[in-house]
T-cell receptor, first 112, second 115 residues
Framework: GDSVTQMEGPVTLSEEACLTI???????????LFWYVQYPGEGLQLLLKATKADDKGSNKGFEATYRKETTSFHLEKGSVQVSDSAVYFCALNNFGNEKLTFGTGTRLTIIP | DAGVTQSPTHLIKTRGQQVTLRCSPK?????VSWYQQALGQGPQFIFQYYEEEERQRGNFPDRFSGHQFPNYSSELNVNALLLGDSALYLC??????????????FGPGTRLTVT
């Protein structure tokens, strides 16, 4: 079945550092890929998405590129802020409008 | 425009009891999905409702059941609660027929503690 593997956390960075959170997936067909963010005590918010190979999703300075050849969707940001501290989840959806399959999440802490 | 709302926010139950959680979807959405998020884990899909019927189900026992009402709101029922049912229960809504543009919008969740 479909699965998502995220890099182990937690990740701690200094403010203005570069961020990469790795995500790889296993799926049949052509899934859509997502990054969700969960701030403390809150539900999930969609951060960005990509629906086909070589698409780049971007939002709030975060980017991720759908790489079909490496089955990856790594999350990147050039300069992180304290407000980016949260748990980040990579997810996929296959065949549209059905369940999301999530990775285990990566906790990111940014220190001033 | 109200987003996805869930009630209650927190709930404490005893083993063996039954619980009902409620969800109102984002305005304009017709599909509701439920997820269980154990501490430190990613959300796990429980089931999805569309047109008042269960459309797809994840790997959860029959103790987990649901319902969707004509106004698209939904309930999640869990019978014979176990300690392992303690988790954050997330409701997500979406609009059917979006294909590759599909997106799910999540509510803040209900934190269930079973003692």
């Amino acid at each position: 079945g479909d699965s998502v593997t995220q890099m182990e956390g937690p990740v701690t960075l200094s403010e203005e550092a570069c961020l990469t959170i790795n995500c790889t997936y296993t799926a049949t067909g052509y899934p859509s890929l997502f990054w969700y963010v969960q701030y403390p005590g809150e539900g999930l918010q969609l951060l960005l998405k990509a629906t086909k190979a070589d698409d780049k999703g971007s939002n709030k300075g975060f980017e991720a590129t759908y790489r079909k050849e490496t089955t990856s969707f790594h999350l990147e940001k050039g300069s992180v802020q304290v407000s980016d501290s949260a748990v980040y989840f990579c997810a996929l959806n296959n065949f549209g409008n059905e369940k999301l399959t999530f990775g285990t999440g990566t906790r990111l802490t940014i220190i001033p | 425009d109200a987003g996805v709302t869930q009630s209650p926010t927190h709930l404490i139950k005893t083993r063996g009891q039954q619980v009902t959680l409620r969800c109102s979807p984002k305005s304009g959405h017709d599909t509701v999905s439920w997820y269980q998020q154990a501490l430190g884990q990613g959300p796990q899909f429980i089931f999805q409702y569309y047109e008042e019927e269960e459309r797809q189900r994840g790997n959860f026992p029959d103790r987990f059941s649901g319902h969707q009402f004509p106004n698209y709101s939904s309930e999640l029922n869990v019978n014979a609660l176990l300690l392992g049912d303690s988790a954050l229960y997330l409701c997500a809504s979406s609009l059917a027929g979006q294909g590759a543009s599909y997106e799910q919008y999540f509510g803040p969740g209900t934190r269930l503690t079973v003692t």
